[in-house]
């Protein structure tokens, strides 16, 4: 037997290091008469599935592709080629924990297609009926493998690439450490602790989690009739409403009158809050549009936002702020305690908010705002060519490049334009600036900021994308005042205070600089309920073409 091993090792070995060649599919079957030669048979006919691989562009024999097809043939290298999953036709006791992780994969917002889920079901009944096809043995062994990797690693680093805002100093796991954790899930003969390991620990991400099991169990598997844009029988219209609506477990018809259309408008505002659109009680187009979508849909928005949460470190600081872009909402956290929550106004699609990590350093009490020049130039200098006292009704200074104030009647204006302004245009400091009465500073290659606003009605939008970038916050003065609570100067909290009654324009150093990410979360779990928000800046549509 020794001798056969060493036989088969060499022949594997050779496999492995082929160039690549491109090659036709491994062999679908090869039956042996002993069970007892499976063990050298499969091993040859894993090697002959890796050489398919490295022949293929990384594409396994189900048309998905394998994750990283060095680290299939260092674990098969490590393992003397032999086969992981089975020992000479018998089953080793993971394979049926690792089934039940792939099979529930979206449970953790993972698509249990990228495991070859349906190639390994299809490959398992086979066997069933055909337990001595080594054939069949080395392909269930190198799928299973193959997902084992990919699952480890997309629970812990996410399925979308690294971007320019993830946190994570490690990238991946090398070749050497999933070979490690796979022996080890092996010998404990389930896979489940490893993987569980893998997952991140913000609370964030386990309330999300938590929210797609709820979801799954309050609609998984169910699937509405789609609503119509238009239409001309309107009573019709509105019994398809009331089903489609009575699904959602947004309306209760008990009781109440198939053409009562009060109970009926009230369904419609309940599903409208819940999905942050203005509750008129209409079903417009957007609302309609929002109906219209599965429970799959939703479940898949939710994935992708549990992706996002795996691009944070293994853990965050005590104290940060985080901004959520489609949320429209801010809040600080403390020890995964929320110390203070904000509605809040971001950019509009065609001037987000970007999304970055900051450290928030000062605020300044009644602030000057010098306009950027990317709306100067769009926006301003056209109005002022035409009228110049538009500078007046917009509160606006005009400064040369010495810190001068320009009177704007000297200025030929008409001479000006995007390639020659040697001046900038400041907002004077007072109720009626832009920035309001406070700004909060933290370091960023935007010029960003988070700021009051003299324009405050505008949160009570439900859309509230509406800014040129910067993150204006209703409770900015709860946000200062959370920001000196624990500056050992006394009194500081009442200078504050007496700053802002007699308006004096002052700048506060933190003394402890307080961390700051702005992200892009369409999905979390809030009150017990699953929340969604509208993709405003399109970034869900982007990030969808991985979990195909």
């Not at 990919?150 to 946190?167: Q, R, Y």
């Not at 056209?382 to 001068?404: C, S, T, W």
């Given at each position: 037997?020794?001798?056969?091993?060493?036989?088969?090792?060499?022949?594997?070995?050779?496999?492995?290091?082929?160039?690549?060649?491109?090659?036709?599919?491994?062999?679908?079957?090869?039956?042996?008469?002993?069970?007892?030669?499976?063990?050298?048979?499969?091993?040859?006919?894993?090697?002959?599935?890796?050489?398919?691989?490295?022949?293929?562009?990384?594409?396994?024999?189900?048309?998905?592709?394998?994750?990283?097809?060095?680290?299939?043939?260092?674990?098969?290298?490590?393992?003397?080629?032999?086969?992981?999953?089975?020992?000479?036709?018998?089953?080793?006791?993971?394979?049926?924990?690792?089934?039940?992780?792939?099979?529930?994969?979206?449970?953790?917002?993972?698509?249990?297609?990228?495991?070859?889920?349906?190639?390994?079901?299809?490959?398992?009944?086979?066997?069933?009926?055909?337990?001595?096809?080594?054939?069949?043995?080395?392909?269930?062994?190198?799928?299973?493998?193959?997902?084992?990797?990919?699952?480890?690693?997309?629970?812990?680093?996410?399925?979308?690439?690294?971007?320019?805002?993830?946190?994570?100093?490690?990238?991946?796991?090398?070749?050497?450490?999933?070979?490690?954790?796979?022996?080890?899930?092996?010998?404990?003969?389930?896979?489940?602790?490893?993987?569980?390991?893998?997952?991140?620990?913000?609370?964030?991400?386990?309330?999300?989690?938590?929210?797609?099991?709820?979801?799954?169990?309050q609609y998984g598997g169910k699937q509405w009739d789609t609503l119509p844009q238009t239409y001309a029988d309107t009573p019709q219209f509105r019994r398809q409403l009331a089903i489609r609506l009575m699904a959602g477990g947004h309306y209760d018809t008990t009781g109440i009158p198939e053409t009562d259309t009060v109970p009926l408008k009230n369904a419609v505002k309940a599903f409208q809050r819940e999905f942050n659109i203005y509750p008129d009680g209409i079903a417009g187009k957007r609302t309609i549009q929002t109906l219209n979508k599965q429970p799959a849909d939703?479940?898949?928005?939710?994935?992708?936002?549990?992706?996002?949460?795996?691009?944070?470190?293994?853990?965050?600081?005590?104290?940060?702020?985080?901004?959520?872009?489609?949320?429209?909402?801010?809040?600080?956290?403390?020890?995964?305690?929320?110390?203070?929550?904000?509605?809040?106004?971001?950019?509009?699609?065609?001037?987000?908010?970007?999304?970055?990590?900051?450290?928030?350093?000062?605020?300044?009490?009644?602030?000057?705002?010098?306009?950027?020049?990317?709306?100067?130039?769009?926006?301003?200098?056209?109005?002022?060519?035409?009228?110049?006292?538009?500078?007046?009704?917009?509160?606006?200074?005009?400064?040369?490049?010495?810190?001068?104030?320009?009177?704007?009647?000297?200025?030929?204006?008409?001479?000006?334009?995007?390639?020659?302004?040697?001046?900038?245009?400041?907002?004077?400091?007072?109720?009626?600036?832009?920035?309001?009465?406070?700004?909060?500073?933290?370091?960023?290659?935007?010029?960003?900021?988070?700021?009051?606003?003299?324009?405050?009605?505008?949160?009570?939008?439900?859309?509230?994308?509406?800014?040129?970038?910067?993150?204006?916050?209703?409770?900015?003065?709860?946000?200062?005042?959370?920001?000196?609570?624990?500056?050992?100067?006394?009194?500081?909290?009442?200078?504050?205070?007496?700053?802002?009654?007699?308006?004096?324009?002052?700048?506060?150093?933190?003394?402890?600089?307080?961390?700051?990410?702005?992200?892009?979360?369409?999905?979390?779990?809030?009150?017990?309920?699953?929340?969604?928000?509208?993709?405003?800046?399109?970034?869900?549509?982007?990030?969808?073409?991985?979990?195909?």
């Amino acid at each position: 037997m020794n001798y056969l091993r060493a036989g088969w090792t060499i022949l594997i070995i050779i496999g492995i290091s082929a160039c690549g060649r491109k090659k036709g599919q491994p062999r679908q079957q090869e039956i042996v008469q002993d069970p007892r030669q499976l063990n050298e048979v499969v091993a040859a006919q894993v090697a002959e599935r890796l050489e398919y691989v490295s022949g293929n562009e990384g594409m396994m024999e189900d048309s998905v592709p394998a994750f990283r097809l060095s680290a299939l043939q260092h674990a098969y290298r490590q393992h003397q080629g032999a086969a992981f999953w089975s020992d000479n036709g018998r089953t080793h006791k993971a394979v049926y924990s690792l089934m039940d992780w792939i099979t529930n994969a979206d449970n953790y917002g993972l698509p249990p297609a990228r495991y070859h889920l349906a190639a390994l079901q299809g490959a398992r009944q086979q066997l069933e009926r055909s337990r001595k096809d080594a054939a069949l043995w080395a392909k269930v062994d190198v799928l299973l493998t193959d997902a084992f990797m990919k699952m480890a690693s997309d629970l812990h680093f996410g399925i979308a690439p690294k971007d320019s805002i993830t946190l994570r100093k490690d990238s991946l796991f090398s070749d050497t450490v999933l070979t490690a954790f796979l022996q080890q899930a092996l010998q404990a003969g389930d896979v489940s602790a490893l993987l569980q390991q893998q997952e991140p620990v913000h609370e964030g991400y386990l309330s999300l989690k938590e929210g797609i099991r709820l979801y799954k169990a309050q609609y998984g598997g169910k699937q509405w009739d789609t609503l119509p844009q238009t239409y001309a029988d309107t009573p019709q219209f509105r019994r398809q409403l009331a089903i489609r609506l009575m699904a959602g477990g947004h309306y209760d018809t008990t009781g109440i009158p198939e053409t009562d259309t009060v109970p009926l408008k009230n369904a419609v505002k309940a599903f409208q809050r819940e999905f942050n659109i203005y509750p008129d009680g209409i079903a417009g187009k957007r609302t309609i549009q929002t109906l219209n979508k599965q429970p799959a849909d939703w479940l898949l928005q939710a994935a992708l936002n549990l992706d996002r949460w795996r691009k944070f470190p293994d853990s965050l600081p005590d104290r940060y702020l985080l901004v959520n872009i489609p949320a429209f909402r801010m809040h600080v956290m403390e020890n995964d305690t929320m110390m203070l929550e904000s509605r809040v106004i971001v950019g509009a699609p065609r001037t987000r908010t970007p999304l970055l990590n900051s450290v928030m350093t000062n605020f300044v009490l009644y602030p000057y705002w010098r306009v950027p020049y990317s709306i100067v130039f769009k926006e301003m200098l056209p109005q002022i060519k035409k009228n110049v006292y538009y500078l007046a009704e917009k509160n606006l200074e005009v400064v040369d490049h010495k810190g001068n104030v320009v009177n704007p009647d000297t200025i030929h204006w008409e001479r000006l334009s995007k390639k020659y302004f040697p001046y900038v245009l400041r907002q004077m400091d007072g109720l009626d600036n832009s920035l309001g009465v406070m700004k909060f500073n933290f370091m960023n290659k935007y010029s960003v900021y988070l700021h009051d606003t003299n324009n405050r009605s505008l949160f009570s939008n439900s859309n509230r994308a509406l800014s040129h970038g910067c993150v204006r916050v209703q409770q900015w003065d709860s946000l200062a005042m959370y920001m000196v609570r624990n500056d050992p100067r006394p009194g500081i909290r009442d200078s504050v205070r007496t700053w802002l009654d007699t308006e004096q324009q002052k700048q506060y150093t933190m003394h402890k600089r307080l961390p700051i990410y702005i992200r892009y979360f369409t999905a979390e779990l809030r009150n017990g309920k699953m929340q969604f928000y509208e993709d405003v800046y399109g970034e869900d549509q982007v990030m969808m073409r991985y979990f195909k």
